[in-house]
C-alpha cells in the first residue's frame, strides 16, 4: 500500500471558522508542516477547526502540538474532526478524547454534538448488538423457525443481554430506518434517542440527530455490503461449512436440542463473536484503568433460544479468549455438554472443541 503524501493546509470557511485539512500521515517529520498550518493566519479570536478525516495516523508530536493549541483559546476555541481508527485510537490511548472535543463529522463540529465517552460507546454497543440480531434473524429464516424470533435487546447498555420476542415483520419494520433500535421495555435512554413505537414486548427508538445517529448509520449493515449477513463466522475462524463438518459427532450428543449442527455452530459463533467485540469496546472505553473491569458475556453453547449471561472479570474472559477453541458456557450448559468440557470456574465452564483437523 502506498503512503498519502502528506498535507496540511489552511482557509477560512467563514469570518469566525478558520479550517485545517491534515492528509496522510502526522509525525515527527510532518508535525512542522501541521504546525505551520495551524498557525498559518490565526486570528485573534475565532475557532479553528482541525479536519483529521483523511490523517491516517498521528504520533505523539501531532497530539502535543494540538493539546498547545487547545491550552491558549477557549474550550470552543480548537475543534477536532476525526473518524479513523487509528487516529481515533490515539487519542483514546493517550486519554486526549477526553480532553479535546472529538467530533465525527465536519458537520458536527459546526453544529455541535460532540462524540463523548459513553455516547460513542452506547452508540457503538447499540450497533454491535443490531448485527447480532441481523444475524439471529438470517439462521431462524435459513432453519425455517416459525412465529417470533428470540433477539437481543439493543439497548446502549454493553452489560444488558436481556432476550425480547418480535415477529420477522415486526423486525423487518425495524430495520427500515438505519437509526432505529428495538429495546426491552423501559431500556430506552432519553439522553440519545426517544420511542417511536411500544407495545408489551418491546420498545422502538430512534437516536437523536447529531452523533450517535451518524453511528447508527455508518454501521447500518442493510446499507454496507461488506458486512455479509449470511456467513457470521467469515471474520473468525476460517470456513464454516468445514467447522461444521468436524464437529458433527459431537453435537449429535446434543439430543435435548434437535437443532441441526450447522445452526448451532454459526449460533455460537456469532455469540463468540460478539463477546469477543464486547470485550474489546470494554477494554477500549475504560475510563478507570486501576479498577478490576468485569463484562458479562453470553453463553457460548449455541444452543436455540440460549442467551444466558455470564458474568466475569474481563481479564478473566481474555485469557480464555485466547485459547483457540475455547467456549465460555454457563455453568448448567456445560452440564449438558459434559463430554467436551475442558474445565468448571465460578459460574460458568469452559468448553473445548474438537481439535482442528487439517487447518
Ligand atoms: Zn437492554
Ligand atoms: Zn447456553
Redesign the pocket.
Known sequence: MQATEFQASSEYLNDETRIVRVRGELDLYTAPEFERALEQNRAADGRVVVDLRECTFIDSTGLGILVKADRRGDPDALLIVASGVEVLRAFKVSGLDRRLVLHPTLESALNGGAITGWRDMEARTQALFRVVNEEIECLDKDFGADGRDRLICECGNPDCTQPIELTRGEYEHVREYANHFVVALNHENPETESIVEQNERFAVVETYAGAPSQIARETDPRSQHHLRRTQPAAAEGGDLSDRSASSVDRLALDRRHERKPLERDRRRTLYRQLNTQQAALCREFALDHERELSIKVV?E?G?AD?M?PIEMPLSEFEAVRAVPGWWV??SA?GDELAGSIAGRRDGYALLKDAPPRGR
Open positions: 453463553c453453547c444452543l440460549c444466558t458456557v454457563s450448559h
